[in-house]
């Protein structure tokens, strides 16, 4: 449900709850099928770790690799998957989720090669550097470098200066903080023209709901969050994590381009998308804010109907901002 505190930041609408009786009853099937499964320890093993970045987010086996995708090294040694259609009027620079420790520029084939020709988009997924072994600021030093390689070459090898970014869960906080890093570090405002933000994390030290949202066993919980946290930022204390280098939430947000952020209504990161969309107006940028009835953290993993209607709206979101 929504938090209080959430309620009176920002109004907004509900969207597709005449999908709702879907989306719950799916969400009941994933509960009690987590249920079933061995209970994590408070750090996953090598093995668990492994057996997370070897197969699909949210599924049980390796994701589809298309011929369409090329693994490039560009400025810095940062490892980024490049797929390019026929037609390019733009370039996306997408971000994966995965708790910063698992999930891989090559994914998410399918739906980046679905979205890259429906919005004619040049696609740039950074396969960039995971905790535990590359902790906080490896992952966002490789995003940052990728965005700056795009700053100076896009034109060249895609033919287009047209540049978008964006991410699912800590791939959209990635994005946030790669816009912040632009801005900040090298005076780039105004290059990339959107961001397209999928139920990301933008307060490290925990939004009520966050918080609030308990041990439910969906496919994100106030536990897992925590511990994601401790394997990205580790040694770090809640005021640490407060420092808008880390939670965005934080940041000044002034420069930033419009953005279409969503979440759904049973995803523990509710508050850090309303509270971020927020703050995004408030700073004078566009914020399109989608809230999705019933839609659990990850929701675009899954085949439901809810899904099909979030990749268009993303598509129709990129292809014409």
């Not at 009690?32 to 668990?48: D, E, K, L, M, V």
Request: hydrophobic content about 40%.
């Amino acid at each position: 449900m929504l938090s209080r505190a959430a309620a009176t930041v920002v109004c907004m609408t509900i969207t597709d709850e005449d999908c709702l009786s879907e989306t719950l009853a799916f969400n009941e099937q994933f509960e009690a099928a987590a249920a079933t499964r061995p209970a994590r320890g408070r750090a996953p093993s090598a093995a668990a770790l492994a057996l997370l970045r070897r197969n699909r987010l949210g599924g049980d086996a390796p994701p589809a690799r298309l011929p369409h995708g090329q693994d490039r090294v560009v400025e810095g040694g940062v490892k980024v998957r490049v797929l390019v259609p026929d037609h390019v009027d733009g370039v996306y620079l997408h971000i994966h989720g995965g708790g910063w420790a698992f999930g891989s520029a090559d994914g998410q084939d399918e739906r980046l090669w679905r979205l890259a020709e429906q919005a004619r988009l040049a696609v740039v997924s950074v396969d960039y550097r995971l905790a535990p072994e590359h902790p906080f600021p490896a992952g966002p030093d490789d995003c940052e470098a990728a965005a700056r390689w795009l700053v100076k070459y896009a034109a060249a090898e895609f033919g287009t200066e047209r540049l978008l970014i964006g991410g699912e869960s800590a791939g959209a906080h990635l994005s946030v903080v790669t816009l912040l890093r632009l801005r900040d570090r090298h005076g780039i405002t105004g290059l990339f023209r959107a961001a397209h933000l999928l139920f990301g994390p933008y307060d490290l030290s925990m939004t009520p709901s966050q918080r609030g949202f308990g041990p439910r066993q969906l496919l994100s919980n106030t536990d897992t969050i925590r511990r994601s946290y401790e394997l990205f930022t580790p040694g770090m204390g809640e005021e640490q994590r407060r420092s808008p280098e880390i939670s965005p939430l934080y940041a000044d947000l002034a420069g930033l381009p419009p953005a279409r952020i969503v979440v759904g209504t049973e995803d523990p990161l509710l508050d850090d998308s309303l509270f971020l969309a927020r703050r995004w107006q408030a700073a004078g940028a566009l914020a399109q804010l989608g809230v999705v009835a019933g839609a659990m953290h990850g929701f675009t993993l899954f085949p439901l109907t809810i899904t099909e209607r979030e990749l268009r709206r993303e598509r129709d979101f990129l292809a014409s901002v």
